[in-house]
């Protein structure tokens, strides 16, 4: 279930109304219905006259595809996502039921596999986990125009 709201933003965003959401039950087909609705929103915010770069439309879909797995893979259950511009960037936030915090593995470029954070980590301008009452929330933070994206 997806949700794209016109409402306010949250407090001190100077783009009202810029972010989208959606819960999922934690099922495979999850992972491709959370891209399509990063690449949906992004295109949605370039239609409202704000500046995003191609290059972040895809990072976010790949950034919104790593968390969403983690989530399908490790947390039993619903995971909830949503997209907001914060200025001049989009804020991911993900929440999951597991309340364990997520781990980068050391570098092996002999291991297959298992390197989605490492991904995430070297997109992303700010990344904070919280652990909640039930589960944790990741939130990522991209740029929407990178320097040299232009």
């Known amino acids: 279930m997806a949700y794209v709201t016109a409402g306010r933003g949250r407090e001190g965003s100077p783009s009202p109304g810029l972010r989208a959401g959606a819960a999922y039950d934690g099922g495979t087909e999850s992972i491709a219905a959370a891209r399509v609705l990063a690449r949906t929103f992004l295109d949605q915010v370039r239609e409202r006259g704000v500046r995003v770069a191609p290059r972040t439309s895809s990072e976010a879909q790949l950034v919104v595809s790593e968390l969403v797995t983690n989530a399908c893979k490790y947390a039993p259950g619903p995971c909830a996502l949503s997209l ?66 232009w």
């Not at 997109?123 to 919280?130: E, I, K, R, S, W």
């Open 84 to 149: 907001e511009v914060r200025g001049p960037l989009v804020e991911i936030t993900l929440w999951d039921s597991e309340p364990a915090l997520p781990m980068a593995r050391a570098a092996e470029p002999g291991r297959i596999g298992q390197h989605g954070l490492e991904i995430v980590f070297a997109l992303c301008d700010g990344f904070d986990v919280q652990r909640e009452p039930v589960g944790k929330r990741i939130t990522v933070r991209l740029p929407l125009h990178p320097r040299g994206s």
